[in-house]
């Protein structure tokens, strides 16, 4: 299940009127070539995904959640309680990673906060 799909589920499960706990970082990435990159792109991706599970993991922050393909981009989504303590344990990692284009946005609520507060950073 991808990430706003189960923040759809938490909220829609959630006592009304309560915030969301959760917090949002979505990173994305242009790939070298066509909609799902080259297989070395695939390659590089999976080792970029155990790299931030198990730094997120180490920093207690939150939780990796997984990836999604499309128009010749990937993006990476991770949330926790707090989203700067979140990508400060991503942040060396995703920076390290050299596909580029690339940005990281960071969303200080939940789903159904349409004024929650957003930071994009450029990577």
Do not use: C, W
């Amino acid at each position: 299940m991808g990430l706003l799909s189960r923040l759809k589920a938490k909220a829609t499960s959630a006592p009304v009127g309560l915030p969301m706990a959760e917090q949002t970082v979505i990173a994305r990435y242009q790939l070298s070539s066509g909609p799902n990159g080259t297989s070395t792109d695939i390659h590089s991706l999976a080792t970029l995904e155990d790299r931030l599970i198990e730094a997120i993991s180490a920093a207690r922050v939150g939780e990796f959640d997984g990836n999604e393909f499309g128009t010749g981009e990937v993006t990476l989504f991770a949330y926790g309680p707090d989203a700067d303590q979140l990508f400060a344990a991503m942040e060396p990692i995703l920076r390290s990673f050299p596909a580029r284009p690339a940005h990281v946005l960071l969303r200080y609520g939940g789903l159904q906060d349409e004024n929650a507060p957003e930071a994009l950073v450029e990577l």
